[in-house]
């Protein structure tokens, strides 16, 4: 009877939790406001999503919310710090990371560069969600990882002052599409990068893209050089459907040998599951 019970608790909180989230009739939402607000809006849809993907309806609720308030042209701005649990020692990081992100969107950034400033906030949010729920470090990294991205292409579209033309732009910082446990599938979050890859190419103009792929050293060599490859293989699928030229893409596989985190054979190491993508300016 008890089991029986919490079976239909668990039904009806299920079933009050889609009551309350209409994600794809926010998403269809006519947007009100600004085009960084427009793309704020389906950004948080994008998290709502994911959030309800994985059962966490009170996150899911919370970015439908937000989805909801840029389409009505309603933001508030990055989530307040203090609204979030954080672990010890994080939150000097991310106390730096908002105050970044406000100084780049009061500066003109929503105006100057609407998408990539969207992506900042959205992304900073998606940080903090991830860190408090502390369960799912690659979803901490690819959240944080877009966020600096996208705060990155921000703040150079507001840099004063016209640059010689003789003078090339630098390049960005190396950029991270981290993956799950054994998995060379792109997550949602991980896609937030990926996106971030191609604003950044269309921006920075670069000669080409070098990839490089790793996985940890849990497990067989061979295997997990094969996962790297298929890891990077579905990079490239991705940023080529967004329109980068194969001619482009400067391809390497690392695997277990020389990871970016130094560890022990057969450790498990989110940090050595990814993809590192660098600019080269061919010079």
Not at 33 to 39: C, E, H, L, P, Y
Request: net charge negative; with cysteine.
């Amino acid at each position: 009877m008890k089991a029986k019970l919490l079976t239909v608790v668990s039904a009806a909180a299920f079933l009050s939790a889609c009551a309350n989230m209409n994600i794809p009739g926010v998403r269809d939402m006519a947007d009100e406001g600004s085009a960084f607000d427009a793309a704020l809006h389906q950004n948080y849809a994008d998290l709502a999503q994911a959030e309800y993907d994985e059962a966490d309806w009170s996150d899911a609720r919370y970015f439908t919310d937000r989805s909801k308030m840029a389409a009505m042209s309603q933001d508030t701005g990055p989530q307040m710090i203090s609204e979030r649990t954080l672990p010890e020692g994080t939150m000097s990081e991310v106390e730096v990371a908002r105050s970044d992100l406000l100084a780049a969107l009061d500066a003109g950034g929503r105006e100057k560069a609407s998408s990539a400033a969207a992506r900042a906030q959205s992304s900073f949010d998606c940080w903090l969600q991830e860190l408090e729920e502390n369960i799912q470090q690659e979803d901490i990294d690819n959240c944080r990882a877009a966020f600096y991205q996208a705060l990155a292409i921000v703040q150079a579209e507001l840099d004063t002052g016209p640059a010689p033309m003789a003078a090339p732009m630098a390049m960005p910082v190396p950029m991270n599409v981290y993956f799950g446990f054994d998995s060379a599938d792109l997550s949602g979050k991980a896609m937030s990068v990926v996106d971030g890859i191609v604003e950044a190419y269309g921006k920075y103009e670069p000669e080409m893209i070098s990839l490089v792929a790793y996985a940890d050293r849990a497990g067989d060599a061979m295997y997990n050089d094969m996962l790297a490859k298929s890891r990077v293989d579905a990079v490239v699928k991705a940023l080529r459907g967004a329109g980068i030229p194969a001619s482009k893409l400067v391809i390497s596989v690392s695997g277990e040998a020389d990871v970016p985190v130094t560890t022990a054979d057969g450790v498990a190491e989110q940090g050595n599951r990814v993809v590192t993508v660098t600019f080269e300016d061919g010079m």
